[in-house]
């Protein structure tokens, strides 16, 4: 027991000897700690502009850059063809849904108007893409081209939409066409109302010249159609040129003499002796060549030549 307090006492010493020699250290042996020095930030790199913020084109923010400064034609003109394959697509994608009788080219054409549009009146600020921007101003460019094309208004558009599916609605129903006052009854409209606007949407429309042929049309010499309208003071341009093409035909291979006295004779109507006057020559010279013309046209064309002066 003894031995067992004498060893706690031992241990207590030495713990206290140990802590009094680390007090006793001198002040020089211990580590000082150094406080850190915030270090200088890095310059940060020069943000580009806000408007450009949404395109990644180098081209197109160049061409942008000089535009929005300046606001120039030939700037304007050199966006609009950077921005040309755009209005490609669209009239591409268009023309599949459009009748055939509208060109490709003809659509291009009313989309650059949008286009063009599209660039002068684009704010960068907003931060929306060109791209996306231009989209709606080429789409109406297009639509305002195409109701130009159309001579009729909306209202009327939509009074013979509504018409043909009530009345082809109606006709199912009844097994009989419907009357006007059928049509006007279930378009909720009068009768009048309805009238007019029928009389309205009769205008513009086509109408071929065969139709307003006489059924019991007899076509003779020349043309006897209602919608002819002849001038009698001027000659049948038909028969001029008839004229000219007989006259190279029937003068071909013939002197300059020969194919002046046929001429004078028989197309300018004038005598021997006129012609002779004309050209310094006898009357009875003018005969002979006269003569002669007749006896070469016999024998080149035979049996044929009095068919071909009758046609």
Known sequence: ????????????????????????????????VKPKVAKPAAPKAPKAPKRFAASK????L????????????????????????????????LSRKLPAQISFDEICSAAFDGLIEAVEAYDPERKAKFETFCQQRISGAVMDWLRSLDPQSRTVRTFEKRRMMIREAMGTDLETPPSQTDLAKKLDMTIDRYDHLCRLSQLGKEVHFSAMEPPDDHRGHGSSHSWDTRDTKVEDPGVTVNRQLFTKHITEGLA?????????????????????????????????????????????YGGTMCEELVA
């Open 256 to 300: 300059r003499e020969e194919r002046l006295v046929l001429m004078l004779y028989y197309f300018e109507g004038m005598t021997m002796a006129e012609i002779g006057s004309v050209l310094s020559l006898s009357e009875s010279r003018v005969s002979q060549i006269h003569k002669e013309i007749l006896q070469h046209l016999r024998h080149r």
């Open 62 to 93: 160049k061409l942008w850059d000089k535009f929005l400064d300046v606001r120039s034609v030939e700037l304007r003109n050199e966006i609009v063809v950077h921005y040309s394959h755009l209005v490609q697509t669209h009239a591409a994608r």
């Open 1 to 32: 027991m003894a031995k067992a307090i004498a060893k706690k006492r031992t241990t207590a010493a030495t713990k206290k000897t140990k802590t009094t020699k680390a007090k006793a250290k001198p002040a020089a042996s211990r580590k000082t």
């Open 57 to 60: 084109d180098p081209v197109a």
